[in-house]
Structures are given as structure tokens and as C-alpha cells.
């Protein structure tokens, strides 16, 4: 031990060269953006191989629960389409083909979650070249998962929703009012439904949903449901605690949502009333 401790003595000034290179990395990547895009999407590519690599060992042993769990969806699709059928002097009417012709859907396989940090992200196996773009959301059967945050040609990296800087346009599905959930770091089941105003009447099991307020996710997609309601420290809104539906903790697949028209949308804040 002491020669260990006496190696290290002697590469002492090697090893204060390495911290500070790394410290002045990370200030050069952290606070300069073009620096900072470069960096991440090198070490999105990469660190994407090796997780790749590893799933593909390790998926062996969940191909069964995998399985199941892809039976268990199609047998409720199945009943689902079951309960759609028609009698033969019926009409059906298609109601949900603004949705279809404003969005499109793709899937994608979780190779790394991460749980335990503030800012928690989640890699996908799919990229540019599976037409995995920037922004998009990202779901699961359960609910809101994040949204893409980097993509490169064969992989992509998603902010969690477990992620205290993301916010997801939400509202009550009983009442229709509108706020943000937010997860606040602790818990990775449950999140905060924030700016709902005090005098808006909220029961613990309200159901959650996301509003559609935005170009990122369709109306109605399932956050969570109300856990606990108080009165927040900000006189004008609400304490809500939610319960998350998606369960982060045994992310397998997912879905990744783009708005056709989310340019068009994001066009009208250009504009600038003239004076």
C-alpha cells in the first residue's frame, strides 16, 4: 500500500494536469453551446455502441417478460378492435383522421435508463437514418416517457421525464384546466403538476393527460393521476403530486411521436406585431 501511495506521490503533478484538463473541458463544453453540441453528439455515438452491445447480451435474458408483455398488448388491441366492430346497417365515421394526418409514429427499444439523478436520460437503438428526428416525444402503453434531446445516425438520446428541467403541457382530464408536470427530483413514481390555480376543484384519482397545447405530443396521451393535492407556497396555484403512469424503472420499448405541422406551428411565434 505504501509503494501504491508513494507512485501516486511521484505522478502528483501528472494527475493535477488530468483534473484540471477535465475541469476546463467541462467549462468549454457546459457553457459554449457549438463546443457543447459536438461533445454530446460524439459521446452519444459512442457511448450508444456500447450500450448497444451490452443490450444485445443481456436482452437474451428478458426476451421472455419482453414476450409476454408484447402478447399481453396485442390481446388488448385484439379486444379493442373486437368492441370497434360494427353491425351491418351501421355507419362508421372516422373521427380521429386529423390526428393521423398530423402525426406519425415510430418505435424504438430502450438500451439505457438512468433512475437516480436529477437530470435522467434514456437511450434509444433507433437514430437520423430510422427517421428519429430533435424534439419529439416519446411515450410508452403506460404514458409520457421525455423527448428527444440528440440523435445520431443510429441512436438517440431522450431527456426523461424524470428530469427536473422538462416540462410537459398537461391538464385535467375531469376539468379540462391546463398546467405543467415537472418532475421535482425525488421520487422517480411520482411528479408535480404545477401553475394550477387555488380555485380549481382537484380529487385525489383525477386522471391526468397532456393537453395538445403544444407541438410536441397529441392531446390525451396519459401522464399519471392526482396522488395528493395541497396549498402550494405559491399563494395562486395549487401543491399536486402526481403519480406517474409510466413505470421508468422497466423501460423496454417505446414510441416516438413528430408533429406534421409542428414547423407551421412554431413559424406563427416568429411573427412580430408591428407597432
Avoid at 461533445?39 to 444485445?56: E, Q, V, W
Avoid at 426476451?63 to 408483455?69: C, T, Y
Avoid at 438517440?156 to 403541457?169: K, M, Q, R
Avoid at 376539468?175 to 404545477?194: C, H, I, M, P, Y
Wanted: zero cysteines.
Amino acid at each position: 500500500m505504501q509503494r501504491i501511495l508513494l507512485f501516486l506521490y511521484s505522478i502528483r503533478a501528472f494527475l493535477l494536469f488530468v483534473a484540471l484538463e477535465a475541469v476546463a473541458l467541462w467549462l468549454v463544453v457546459t457553457y459554449n453551446s457549438p463546443q457543447g453540441a459536438v461533445f454530446f453528439n460524439s459521446s452519444n455515438a459512442l457511448t450508444g455502441s456500447l450500450l448497444s452491445t451490452k443490450d444485445g447480451f443481456t436482452s437474451y435474458f428478458t426476451l421472455g417478460e419482453a414476450n409476454d408483455e408484447l402478447a399481453r398488448k396485442n390481446a388488448e388491441l385484439m379486444d379493442i378492435l373486437a368492441a370497434q366492430s360494427f353491425p351491418k346497417d351501421s355507419i362508421y365515421i372516422q373521427v380521429d383522421s386529423i390526428m393521423q394526418a398530423n402525426y406519425q409514429f415510430k418505435g424504438a427499444k430502450v438500451i439505457n435508463n438512468s433512475l437516480h439523478l436529477r437530470t435522467n436520460h434514456i437511450t434509444l437503438n433507433k437514430g437520423s437514418e430510422d427517421g428519429i428526428k430533435v424534439g419529439m416525444g416519446v411515450f410508452n402503453g403506460e404514458g409520457i416517457v421525455g423527448r428527444v434531446k440528440g440523435v445520431t445516425k443510429h441512436y438517440a438520446s431522450v431527456i426523461s421525464l424524470l428530469h427536473t428541467d422538462l416540462l410537459i403541457s398537461s391538464k385535467i382530464k375531469s376539468t379540462e384546466v391546463f398546467g405543467s408536470t415537472q418532475w421535482d427530483g425525488k421520487n422517480a413514481k411520482f411528479a408535480k403538476l404545477r401553475y394550477v390555480p387555488r380555485h380549481v376543484e382537484v380529487a385525489k384519482g383525477d386522471t391526468v393527460v397532456t393537453s395538445g397545447y403544444n407541438a410536441v405530443f397529441p392531446e390525451g396521451i396519459l401522464v399519471g393521476t392526482v396522488d395528493s393535492v395541497g396549498v402550494g407556497t405559491e399563494t395562486n396555484y395549487l401543491d399536486i403530486t402526481l403519480e406517474l403512469a409510466a413505470d421508468f424503472s422497466s423501460l423496454t420499448y417505446v414510441y416516438l411521436v413528430e408533429n406534421n405541422r409542428k414547423e407551421e406551428l412554431d413559424s406563427l411565434s416568429q411573427f412580430i406585431p408591428i407597432p
